[in-house]
Structures are given as structure tokens and as C-alpha cells.
């Protein structure tokens, strides 16, 4: 158990600056703390490491921003088709009845 210099017990968070990616640290449990950064939890990673994880973090960003937006388009086409469903069928009861 690592203790914070407030007298509480750390808490473990990640980092996700480009120098530190994915590497988890002992922290404040306060939010907003003055106490900050107490030690690093994990060993330290290699160098090709530390250049490979921004990268690759770049690009799952992109692929969810991408995922986002066809969500957002594929409800759009799901509206069109249901508004020209209860057109088309509109128009056939209108010719049915008449």
C-alpha cells in the first residue's frame, strides 16, 4: 500500500502524455490535489515503446471519431427509409381506396 503526502492511500491512474503513455502512477485520491504525482507504479517501458503507443493511440482515436460519424449517418438513412416507407404506403392506401 503506497501512502499519498496528504495521509491517504493512492490511488492508481494512467498516464497519456506522448512521454508516458500508458504508464500507471501512484496518485492523490482527491481530485484536484496539490499532492500530485507520487511514484510510477509500472517499471519503465522500453524507448521503442514510448514511440509506438502515441502513434497508435492517434489512430484509434481517428477509427472512433470515423465509427461516430457512420453511426450518425446510418441513422440518418434509417429516418429517409422510414419516411419513405409511410410515403410509399400512404400512397397505396390513398390508391386502394380510392
Known amino acids: 500500500m503506497v501512502w499519498c503526502r496528504c495521509g491517504r492511500v493512492c490511488i492508481i491512474k ?14 492523490c485520491p482527491i481530485e484536484g490535489s496539490r ?9 519503465p517501458i522500453c524507448e521503442r ?6 502513434g497508435l493511440l492517434k489512430a484509434r482515436n481517428r477509427h472512433e471519431t470515423a465509427i461516430e460519424e457512420l453511426t450518425r449517418q446510418l441513422r440518418k438513412i434509417k429516418m429517409y427509409l422510414m419516411f419513405s ?14
Request: with cysteine; net charge negative; aromatic share 18%.
Open 14 to 27: 494512467t498516464s497519456w502524455t506522448d512521454a508516458h503513455s500508458g504508464c500507471r502512477f501512484y496518485s
Open 85 to 98: 416507407l409511410l410515403g410509399f404506403l400512404s400512397i397505396v392506401v390513398t390508391y386502394i381506396l380510392a
Open 35 to 43: 499532492c500530485g504525482w507520487i511514484d510510477w507504479f509500472d517499471p
Open 49 to 54: 515503446t514510448v514511440q509506438i503507443i502515441p
